[in-house]
């Protein structure tokens, strides 16, 4: 006889592999129940059909391995959003939210126009869609993969006023520059350095590295994106990047070389620098 609650104690295998085993294993089961959290609390004795509990046991083999949650079942929880995930972009992570909330705060026009760069799933800019159904969003990013799950993820969420771009950072609306300037530029770029310790553990294994590595230093993207922002940006516009834990100083630097003001980074849920921004000179 396997129940929930029998699974669920299996979570103690998971440790060495994972620092939320209980939370996975949980989620693992949902997912082969089609079931929420509340109800597997709700029915500890529900005793799991022969297919089931073959299809935990696959799932929780990948878990074991240290597979990313989110690559296994497919989805990732951002924001007020289910999205779609794959291996092919970075798993959407709480602390982005961070760059949604500070966005949100900002006194921008009712009808902004707003570019997420490297949107990956399309969390951030998926997110302020919701929120803010009058702006109008461009989201781009540079691996077709990646612009196909964006594009899915808007469906499924029906955000009419989110359009996904391939593009090399900027070089898709460089034509287009002169007609069309933004309110909000948001990015969480790859940040890490080439050779930081950190890219051989954890769930960063399955990611690609292409969306984590930003040269030598892990500054090359958010140089880039600061460098050329201004180009792109209205005056009094603003630009939201989130960078490294250990980033903060000389994003701030790069910030105001650009020629940005009231700049401010924000810390995350853990107390580290995440998140900078700033916004031009002038008023609308």
């Known amino acids: ?116 760069l490297g949107t990956g799933t399309g969390a951030i800019a998926l997110a302020l869609a919701a929120e803010r159904p009058a702006w109008q969003i461009i989201a781009v990013d540079l691996q077709a993969e990646a612009v196909e799950l964006a594009e899915h993820n808007r469906e499924v969420n029906h955000l009419p006023n989110v359009t996904v771009l391939q593009s090399d950072w900027f070089s898709a609306l460089a034509a287009a520059q002169s007609e069309r300037k933004f309110d909000l530029i948001v990015s969480n770029p790859p940040y890490i350095e080439a050779e930081d310790d950190h890219l051989l553990i954890g769930d960063v294994r399955f990611e690609p590295t292409s969306a984590l590595v930003a040269g030598a230093d892990g500054l090359d993207d958010l140089r880039l994106i600061i460098g050329q922002s201004s180009g792109f940006l209205r005056q009094a516009g603003w630009l939201i990047v989130e960078h490294g834990y250990n980033q903060g100083s000389i994003v701030r630097d790069l910030f105001t070389a650009a020629g940005f003001q009231s700049v401010a980074t924000q810390a995350d849920y853990n107390g580290l620098d995440r998140v900078t921004l700033g916004c031009l000179p002038g008023s609308y």
């Not at 089609?34 to 878990?63: C, G, Y």
């Not at 291996?87 to 602390?95: C, F, G, K, N, S």
């Open 1 to 116: 006889m396997t129940t929930i609650a029998s699974l669920l104690q299996r979570s103690t295998e998971l440790q060495s592999a994972s620092d939320s085993a209980l939370l996975d294993t949980e989620l693992l089961l949902c997912h082969c129940l089609n079931v929420d959290r509340t109800w597997l609390k709700t029915w500890p004795d529900h005793m799991l059909q022969d297919a089931q509990i073959a299809e935990f046991e696959r799932l929780f083999s990948r878990r074991l391995q240290g597979e990313p949650v989110a690559f296994i079942t497919g989805t990732q929880g951002f924001w007020t959003l289910d999205l779609c995930v794959s291996p092919h972009t970075l798993i959407p992570r709480p602390e982005t939210e961070l760059v949604v909330e500070n966005a949100l705060e900002l006194a921008l026009p009712e009808e902004s126009q707003v570019l997420d």
